[in-house]
Structures are given as C-alpha cells and as structure tokens.
C-alpha cells in the first residue's frame, strides 16, 4: 500500500472477509489471536487494552455491505447557501439542488432525518456534509453533529479541489465545537490565528475520535500552536500533509489534554504525541511517553516505514525513556537522519541515565544516518533486564554499556544487550563512539553478533547527514558498488522496503531499503 502524501509503501497482509452473512447495518467487533514463536498466544480482548484506546487494542466496524445504512449528503456553500431552504439527499449528487450556508445547519438537518427515517434519534452518524469550493469559517455544531457510533463526515465537494476548499477557525476560538466523532476529508484546514483553538471536542478520554484523510494542514503563516487541535481524544491522521517548511504542530501535546495521535501515510504530521506512526515522512522527532493527565501511556508503540529527519534536535530524534513491557516496542523499517547543528544521539532507547527495565523490543530493517544509536545502557545503581530482536540494522554507530565497560565498573549485569543476544545481520559504519572495534572499553561490547560488520565506508549515494554534506534530505540507497553485507530473501522479515523495493535474487542491503540505486 504506497501513501501519496508521504510517498512511501507499507507492506501489509489484506485479509478478504465476506460479511454479507451477518446483519446489516450493525457495529462488529475484530479481534485477533497472535502466536508468537516463543511463550503463550496473546489474544487482543483478552491482553491488549480495553476498547478504546490509541494503543493495541480490539477493532469495531460498521458492517455496511449493501449501503444501506442511510448515509445522507448535503452540500454547504457559503455563497450561494441558504439554511432555509437547503435540503438533504440521499444521493450525492443530487444534493447540489439545495445548498445549505452552514455546516450547522446541514448537520442538524441529517440528524433529523436519520431520526425520522432509520430510527436513530440524536444521531447524525453515517451523513456526509459537502463543503463547496470556497472558505468556509467553522462554528460550533457538537449538538447538531453528534452521533452514536458511526463518525458524521465533512468533506469537500470535488475531492481534486483540496487546495481550495477551506475549512477555517477564522482567527477565532471554537472551543468544544465539534461532535465526538467526526471525519474530515480531501480539505485544506487553515489557521486563521497565532493562538486560536481550532478543532475541540471537549475529550477527556480515548472515547472521543477526530480522523482526517487526505486533508493538508496549512499554518497560513501563523505559526505553531499546541491547542490548535485541541481535546480530540483518539487523532487519526490518513496521507495528510503539512505546509512546507510552515508545520502548525496540529500533532502537539498541549499540557495534559486528551490528544492521542496516530498517523498513516502523512508528511509531516505526527507530532510529539504520537503514539503510532506507520509510512510517515518529515517526523523529526519521537518520544515514548509514560501516561499524563487524561493521555494514558503509549503501550505496545509501533513505528513502521517511516522517515525521520532532524537538523537542530535538542535531543535524540527517536528517544525512548520509560519502562517497556511484556507489549513491547516496535522499530521497523525506519530511516533516521541527523544533521545540521545537533550532535544529540539520533536514538536513544532506553540509555543515558535510564533504569527501566525493556524487553520485547522488535528493532529490524532500520538505517540511521549522520549519528550514533544509544542502546540498553546499564546507567542505574543496580542490573534491571534490557533484552530485544536486533536484525538487519544499519547504524552509524552503536553505543551499549554494561558491568564490563570500563566507566562503569560498579555495576553488574546487562549481559543479553551487551553480548547482544537476539542480534543478527547488523552493520555498525563507524564502530562505537570511542572505538571502532571491539574489546572491554568498546560501547561496540566484547565480540560482534551473529553476522555483524563493523568499521566500513559510508554506503551511501546521497548522504546528507552528519557523516555527509549535512545539509539533510538525503536519500539513503545503497550505492551498488557499496561493501554493505545482504540478507538472504528468506531471512526478510516482510516483502517489500518503505521505496516498494523487493530484495533480489541474492538479497537485500542490510538497512531499511533493499536495492541499490
């Protein structure tokens, strides 16, 4: 699945599921079993969190196979609209006859209708409000938008119109103005002031869900602003974009507020409080946080396929520092790049000071740039476990301490990370921070992993990171005449690298991308 917005492709397993057995028109509910190699099976009702969450958790959706739940549209142009005499349609296109003026108005319209006609009251969900080519200034309609299950939806009028099709906040606060559940889709969402709240659902939980496909997030000059996007529990945003060069920061954590992002496929658009990312470009930044205020804590975090890029990083770029449990952490596929004025570690998980316990970490396929990887250091007064898979990784350098490395003579123990058990297929470009080899006083550790390389020439043709022309936005391909190691085609993990390369008959470069350029 290739994202237009971020231009990178996610592998992934799409499962054909007929549903025209069961009842029309009702809410399901998609578990999952997951068995592992090792240890017992992990059922998602069973062991993942409670629906809803922002975390692994159990699926609902609307079973919908005829259509015929009673999605009605309603267009709404600011121009030509008039709230008393515009009228619903139960088909798109005919609700060009009766334009409403506000997206107010068209809301409570639908609700009545779903109440006269489908028997549920109070309930907008399932409609579609079309927002004519235009701007259109936002007004508070929680009421007339609520819903049930199913989220009302806005969106523009001519998908390829986007770029002008405005939805606004007007320079205005709308505070808990829009319905619990809401979908926004193909608009450009504008700032109209330095420190307006935009969207705000009034969310102190993960109950709330505000989902944005395809829309692009323009600051219109304004600036960055954490409440922008306000209390909107779960966030999930779908190849969405951010200005360039001009990012309003609609991903932002704002004091304690329930804001729970998830991005897919976006450019530049997860924030600092994502809790997943998948086939993402421009992030510059991740921190796995421990739980605050109404934002419980990130659980079993997945980041897949996505690049992150960092000049001017007040710390690592990708930094994980709270305790990672039996649901892990996933880091797959990923290019990290650091340049420009930092010289912050581009990861840092679970080192520099940290005394959590980590385990289950899944770190495989990932390529960082310009500088070192700080990993499972034994900083605290006593041994906590630090374990994880390490595969086919392609770092700058790999910085790990234990009992044996020589500042830290006092302490016993982080064995499994230091002798890197669970490591395999990894390349290390310029060794360890002190030495690029391996021995006592070597971050590297004592003996190289299973297959590991370390101390080679940068591979790379574009390099734009630290060890190249630090100016950022560098490609990371392999050069084909690059001395990196491959990976056999039956040692890879998945199918396919974040460009859509498949690995060659004799394999794939070690790193997040597979062939040479």
């Known amino acids: 699945m290739r994202f237009e917005a971020s231009g990178l492709q996610i592998p992934h397993f799409a499962a054909n599921v007929d549903l025209s057995s069961l009842a029309q028109g009702v809410l399901l509910t998609v578990d999952a079993t997951i068995y592992p190699w090792v240890g017992e099976a992990f059922t998602l009702s069973i062991g993942a969190d ?30 030509t609209g008039d709230d008393a005499t515009g009228q619903v349609a139960t088909a798109r296109v005919d ?67 986007r770029d002008t099709t405005v939805l606004t906040d007007g320079g205005v606060n709308r505070f808990n103005g829009i319905p619990t559940r809401l979908r926004l889709r193909d608009l450009t969402l504008r700032k109209g002031g330095p420190n307006s709240v935009f969207l705000d659902s009034g969310a102190a939980s993960a109950e709330n869900l505000l989902i944005a496909e395809n829309c692009a997030w323009d600051a219109n000059e304004m600036g960055s602003y954490g409440a922008w996007v306000y209390r909107v529990g779960r966030f999930v945003q779908i190849n969405c974009t951010a200005s360039e060069g001009n990012d309003p920061r609609q991903g932002n954590s704002f004091s304690t507020e329930a804001i729970m992002v998830s991005a897919i496929g976006c450019k530049g658009c ?28 990130m659980v079993g975090t997945f980041l897949g396929w996505n690049k992150f890029s960092n000049g001017s990083a007040t710390n690592a770029i990708v930094a994980i520092r709270t305790e990672i449990g039996q649901r892990g952490f996933a880091f797959v596929g990923n290019i990290i790049e650091s340049w420009g004025t930092s010289t912050n570690a581009a990861l840092r998980l679970n080192a520099d000071s940290d005394e959590n316990p980590a385990q289950n970490i899944v ?7 310009g500088e070192r990887a700080n990993l499972l250091y034994l900083d605290g007064a006593v041994n906590v476990p630090k374990s994880g898979s390490f595969r086919n990784n392609l770092f700058h350098r790999i910085n790990i301490k234990s009992d044996i490395f020589s500042a830290q003579t006092s302490n016993t123990g982080n064995w499994p990370a230091r002798y890197k058990v669970g490591w395999a297929d990894n390349v290390a470009i310029a060794g360890s921070s002190n030495e690029p080899g391996y021995g006592a006083s070597s971050w590297l550790g004592e003996f190289p992993s299973v297959r590991e390389v370390a101390h080679i020439a940068t591979p790379w043709v574009h390099d734009r990171s630290h060890s190249g022309d630090n100016t950022g936005g560098g490609s990371y391909v392999p050069a084909a005449s690059s001395s990196l190691p491959k990976v056999a085609p039956e040692n890879m993990p998945y199918s396919t690298d974040l460009f859509g390369n498949t690995p060659v008959a004799e394999g794939a470069f070690i790193g997040a991308v597979f062939s040479a350029a």
Do not use: Q
Request: charged letters at 15%; proline letters at 7%; hydrophobic letters at 40%.
């Open 270 to 297: 997860a924030g600092t409080i994502t809790y997943n990312a998948v086939g993402c470009c421009d992030l510059d930044e991740f921190t796995l946080r421990a739980p605050v205020g109404d934002r419980p804590a």
């Open 95 to 161: 609700s060009a006859t009766s334009p409403f003026a506000t997206i107010v108005a068209a809301a409570g319209a639908i609700k009545d209708l779903n109440a006269a006609h489908h028997g549920r009251v109070d309930d907008a969900g399932g409609g579609v409000i079309l927002l004519a080519e235009g701007v259109h200034a936002l007004t508070p309609f929680k009421t007339e938008g609520h819903s049930s299950d199913i989220p009302l939806c806005i969106a523009a009028s001519d998908p390829a119109k």
């Open 50 to 79: 409670p629906y809803p969450s922002p975390n692994l958790t159990i699926l609902r959706l609307l079973n919908d196979t005829n259509g015929g739940y009673g999605a009605f549209y309603a267009l709404v142009d600011s121009t």
């Open 363 to 369: 770190f495989h396929n990932n390529t960082i740039a």
